[in-house]
């Protein structure tokens, strides 16, 4: 009777899961079922995502908890974002290798940037001003690389001032670090809920 309940308890998590990363993308849900053997006995057991515990956060104010929800949302919204240019970096970068001459993969990277901009471009209308700061910031934990610094790789170091000008113009940066352990504390805290689905 317990490995029947130990079962139907794995497959409902399971479809919780599956329900849960169909409507949100940064969640990947990572379960495990099965059995180990003790002293003769066989035990079940279920590996699951890794649940982070941190200490409830104290807000001085009425502002900072507003602060904190407003960077819950925006996280929630550009994360999955960020996560997709880190898949089409990888996926471009690994087929560029495999083109024969400079010529090809110019003309590659010229459909790969036509293909972004109409995909992208009326996601990144839609973001706010400090969403798009926050973009910038995730992208470099995506990528371990800057936004200018993924520009000027892909598409030249001409192109890669261009876009940090214009970035500049309206007080944003794309040579932009992340700091996990500083000034990003918070954000890194709020990340790791959001891929673990706590948030």
């Not at 471009?121 to 934990?141: A, E, N």
Request: charged content about 25%; glycine content about 4%; aromatic content about 12%.
């Amino acid at each position: 009777m317990s490995r029947l309940f130990i079962v139907i308890l794995a497959f409902a998590f399971a479809l919780c899961l599956q329900a849960q990363t169909e409507t949100d993308p940064t969640y990947v849900p990572t379960v495990k079922v099965g059995k180990v053997l003790h002293n003769g006995d066989s035990i079940q057991f279920m590996q699951m995502n890794k649940v982070y515990v941190f200490h409830e956060p104290v807000f001085k104010n009425e502002r900072q908890r507003q602060q904190y929800n407003r960077l819950v949302a925006n996280v929630k919204k550009v994360l999955p974002i960020a996560k997709e240019a880190n898949h089409i970096i990888i996926e471009t970068y690994e087929y560029l290798s495999t083109l024969p001459s400079k010529k090809a993969r110019e003309e590659h990277m010229k459909l790969v940037e036509k293909s972004v901009a109409q995909q992208y471009k009326p996601r990144m209308k839609k973001l706010t001003y400090s969403q798009g700061k926050l973009l910038i910031k995730l992208v470099y934990r995506e990528c371990n690389s800057s936004t200018y610094n993924l520009i000027q790789a892909f598409l030249g170091p001409v192109r890669a001032g261009f876009w940090q000008a214009f970035a500049w113009a309206f007080g944003a940066s794309l040579k932009k670090e992340y700091d996990p352990e500083g000034v990003d504390k918070m954000t890194e805290r709020v990340v790791l809920m959001v891929e673990s689905g706590q948030l």
